[in-house]
């Protein structure tokens, strides 16, 4: 797994679109711009966050999480990619196209670290309540 990737496996069955419904509706409620689509068994969301200084350095700039449900359960893969404006067609090419993810500088490294540890606490919790 790659520095600027975190990988997440769920051993459990979980409905695709509840989880995804549910951890884009909490991005949203915690202020974060949200774009998402679920295809079968492969979801993406996309999350930026907003401000001034990060809407001049990093505007193009998301946090991406893809979803892959499978017999063995969830998989989850997040990292920093650019925010693609129309996500409704790219759920698969963002799933085969895993090198998605560029290299940022070292601050973005540490707020990304930051952030996604958090976002990932809250996953968890989300994918634990809504095992099928």
Known sequence: MAIFKK?????QKVDLNEVVNKFAGYLMAEKW???QNVQGDKGVIQA?????????VAADRALTF???NSA???KVTTGVGKWIQNIGVMVAEVIILSELFIVVDVPEMLWTEHVESGLL???DQIV???TV
């Not at 930026?48 to 001049?56: N, S």
């Open 7 to 11: 990988e997440r496996k769920y051993n």
């Open 33 to 35: 711009k949200v774009q």
């Open 48 to 56: 930026q966050k907003g401000g001034i200084l990060r809407d001049i």
């Open 66 to 68: 893809t979803f892959e």
């Open 72 to 74: 063995d359960g969830l």
């Open 121 to 123: 606490k809250k996953l």
């Open 128 to 130: 634990k309540e809504n």
